[in-house]
């Protein structure tokens, strides 16, 4: 068995991006199913466009319409795509100088095997049909002697683009730490269990990799009760992506008895006006059969009806 | 400028790391054998610096649970860069030559299997035109060693006597997660990954952390009998537009070795060179003679732990003063797609 418990993980976010004027004309361009580059001050012409001159640092303003023909300057073979890239399947990625420019940009060609590509080969681009000015509105594919096809209206088909979505999504195998580990195999059992440092005798629940006090190790194994108080708590009024209590809940810091680090957790069975820091409160568990490791074994906590605690025994815990 | 030297040194690598991407946990060893090596407690540390990052974490806030790792009552002094903790270092050491501190411990933590590393890598790149196309690192590294086969600058087998050397050299390091040399031909004779490359050429993805101890002065005269003072310390960048790059060349590794003087007399290098012909890119750009040893350790082609592979050939060519075998030693680190950032560290070894 693996010392730690993971999980998969996936972290997306669609990031909106203003393009300014430099990369709008040049996406501008792609949606319009054509190549903007720029003559930059050392002469050279460059597709994409730097927003900077890399020599003088000038703002670029001198775009160049380019043909959507070009040169191979090198190449790999993706024999193992990952996702988002261009084809699922094998395919080349490529340097490519586009006739007029004197740079290359990297893009994919669309061919069978490694063996039709080589450095030299001429390419044209093959434009989606539904463009929306991103950089995967085109791919390329090989232009071996025949006649560039016609090129799609270069004039502006509507208003110049000013900004452009660009998804983001990664996926991981995320590993709590083996202390983390200890934590919910402990709850998939109906424990709660933490852990004490040597040196100052804190005992952390969940457990730490190390003491964050003395970065130490947090050795001990200790065994809590399901019954605490309530050290602070937020009134939560506003709806989120999520969300899955109707507000207004209570979101709470627990201190379990026995543990000098409070816990997080729903306070629920009680009008949310009436939570209070001192509460006594305790672990309100799922049906056994429903349990994993997961800290939503614990459905939320709920009021003892136990007198509130003193202030003074959970000052030092705030 | 004040002297400051690399007086200590410890690092893990692995395949798959069995923990959690923060790494506090693989840390706080390391941090013991800092300790054990200079005779000092955490709080003769003045300054703290880290690299790593959330993306290869894919979780917020990554560097501040490693934080747990230093225990922070009193407070501690710190820092953090987005970078291999190789810049953490240059940070450190411009810290101690403010004159604030005297001494500095520097880190860098990474769990690269958490994910797929050179799709992840992918999030460097120019994000309106680059990285919605998710050109991956390796593509990208070949993309580049056929510019310089085209041009005549290197050739198969040429990157192959670079494996070759590092993977036996590979032999005698404890850290190295792969190793055993071979013969060129053997190695020619592997299937492409990525043509021109075959998967021998890349790094292998690595798992890590390593830890850094910088001192000033007499507190490194402290520590050891032949502290590696650094006596030059160098990094620039290349642009961000890869088509507007000369990519056969390294003229920010370039600049870096004029900054630090030049290496004529330098007897060991530890470059950091991800990929087999970014060393034949890297020896041409700092103008390493022939005689150079490079990569001892079996440098990044063994084990490149994300975040520490740059600081780890500074350790090991530091670690090669301390124990005589060099004078004059060299660490490199490199940084972005192919070969964007790099940082020079020259290192001399007396009292």
């Known amino acids: 068995m693996s010392r730690t418990l993971s999980a998969p993980v996936t972290v997306s976010f669609d990031y909106t991006r203003s393009v300014g004027p430099v990369l709008g004309r040049f996406l501008t361009g792609i949606r319009d199913g054509r190549l903007v580059g720029a003559r930059l001050s050392d002469g050279r012409v460059v597709c994409p466009p730097p927003e900077f001159d890399p020599v003088t640092h000038a703002a670029t303003d001198d775009f160049v319409d380019l043909p959507d023909t070009g040169t191979v300057t090198s190449w790999t073979w993706v024999s193992e795509p990952v996702a988002g890239q261009p084809f699922d399947r094998p395919f080349a990625f490529a340097l490519i100088t586009p006739d007029g420019a004197d740079a290359p940009l990297l893009h994919a060609v669309d061919v069978r095997g490694p063996e039709q590509m080589r450095t030299g080969m001429r390419v044209r681009a093959r434009w989606a049909a539904e463009r929306t000015g991103v950089i995967t509105d085109l791919v390329f594919e090989p232009a071996d002697g025949e006649e560039p096809a016609p090129q799609p209206p270069s004039e502006g088909v509507g208003a110049a683009l000013t900004g452009i979505v660009t998804p983001v999504s990664l996926d991981y195998t995320y590993a709590a730490s083996p202390e983390e580990s200890a934590f919910f195999r402990g709850l998939a059992e109906g424990r709660i269990l933490g852990q004490r440092c040597p040196k100052c005798t804190k005992v952390y629940v969940p457990p730490r990799p190390a003491c964050p006090t003395d970065g130490v190790p947090t050795v001990e194994e200790v065994e809590l009760s399901d019954t605490g108080t309530v050290t602070t708590f937020c009134i939560v009024n506003v709806p989120f992506l999520g969300q899955r209590i109707t507000p207004p809940y209570v979101s709470a810091y627990i201190l379990l008895d026995g543990a000098d680090i409070a816990l997080q957790h729903l306070i629920l069975d009680i009008p949310a006006e009436e939570v209070r820091m001192g509460m006594r409160v305790r672990a309100v568990w799922k049906p056994r059969e429903e349990w994993g490791t997961t800290i939503e074994n614990i459905s939320h906590f709920a009021p003892t009806g136990e007198p509130d605690a003193d202030y003074d025994s959970y000052k030092n815990h705030l | ?351």
């Open chain 2, 1 to 351: 400028m004040r002297d400051v030297a690399v007086v200590g040194f410890a690092q893990r690598q692995m395949q798959d790391y069995d923990g959690s991407p923060q790494c506090a946990e693989l840390l706080v060893p390391l941090f013991a054998e800092c300790y054990e090596q200079t005779g000092w407690t955490r709080e003769d540390i003045g300054f703290w610096c880290s690299g790593s990052s959330d993306y290869l974490a894919g979780r917020s806030f990554s560097f501040v649970s490693a934080i747990d790792a230093i225990g922070v009552l009193p407070p501690v002094n710190e820092s953090h860069v987005e970078m291999d903790a190789a810049w953490a270092l240059y940070e450190a050491w411009l810290k101690i030559q403010t004159g604030e501190v005297d001494t500095a411990l520097v880190f860098g933590f990474g769990k690269s299997s958490a994910g797929v590393l050179r799709r992840t890598l992918a999030l460097q790149l120019d994000p309106y035109t680059l990285t919605p196309l998710w050109p991956d690192t390796v593509s990208i590294a070949a993309l580049q060693a056929r510019l310089g086969i085209d041009a005549g600058l290197w050739d198969e087998t040429a990157m192959a006597e670079v494996v070759n050397r590092s993977l036996t050299d590979a032999e005698k390091n404890e850290y190295a997660v792969r190793a055993g040399g071979s013969s060129v031909a053997d190695l020619l004779a592997k299937e492409m990954f990525a043509d021109p490359l075959r998967k021998h050429d890349a790094a292998p993805v690595t798992d890590g952390a390593a830890a850094i101890v910088l001192a000033a002065g007499d507190r490194a005269r402290e520590v050891r009998e032949r502290p590696a003072w650094i006596t030059a310390l160098a990094h620039f960048s290349d642009g961000l537009q890869l088509g507007t790059r000369d990519l056969t060349r390294s003229e920010s590794a370039q600049r870096a070795a004029a900054a630090v003087g030049g290496t004529a007399g330098i007897e060991i290098a530890e470059l950091h060179a991800p990929f087999s012909h970014q060393e034949l890119i890297l020896r041409s750009a700092l103008g390493l003679p022939d005689d150079v040893r490079v990569n001892p350790s079996g440098g990044a082609l063994a084990g490149n732990p994300m975040f520490t592979g740059g600081a780890i050939r500074i350790g090991e060519a530091a670690r090669r003063i301390w124990d005589g075998t060099a004078d004059r030693a060299l660490g490199h680190a490199t940084s972005g797609p192919a070969l964007q950032q790099n940082l020079v560290c020259v290192m001399e070894g007396r009292n």
